[in-house]
């Protein structure tokens, strides 16, 4: 099992700037890739940025791209998201997630419980 705490949510002004940061425990936290998703009001949680086990490769979704940055921590066991520029559209419940298999291509195996990002229109 792995557990999955996220922090760093609230309330920014559209511009504004957020760091989420999910601390990881259980298993060896660098033999998972990491995932961030949110999922806003009334539509699918979606996948928007994803980082590789060593770090070295990331993904994101073209809604996020140059705003947002992924990164972790090996050592510190912990997956981060810069996000930069806010927009309203960007209001959801934002999760973090592992998987020992896969960044990209379907659901995570591990979950943690979501923190929310609110940016007012």
């Known amino acids: 099992q792995v557990q999955l705490v996220e922090s760093g949510g609230g309330l920014v002004q559209a511009g504004g700037s957020l760091r989420l940061s999910c601390a990881a425990s259980?298993?060896?936290?660098?033999?998972?890739?990491m995932g961030w998703f949110r999922q806003a009001p009334a539509k699918e949680r979606e996948l928007i940025a994803a980082i590789s086990k060593s770090g070295g490769t990331t993904y994101y979704r073209d809604s996020v791209k140059g705003r947002f940055i992924i990164s972790r921590d090996n050592v510190k066991n912990t997956v981060y998201l810069q996000m930069n520029s806010l927009r309203p559209e960007d209001t959801a419940v934002y999760y973090c997630a592992a998987d020992r298999n896969k960044m990209t291509g379907g659901d995570y195996e591990y979950w943690g419980q979501g923190t929310r990002v609110t940016v007012p229109s």
């Open positions: 259980g298993r060896t936290f660098s033999n998972y890739a």
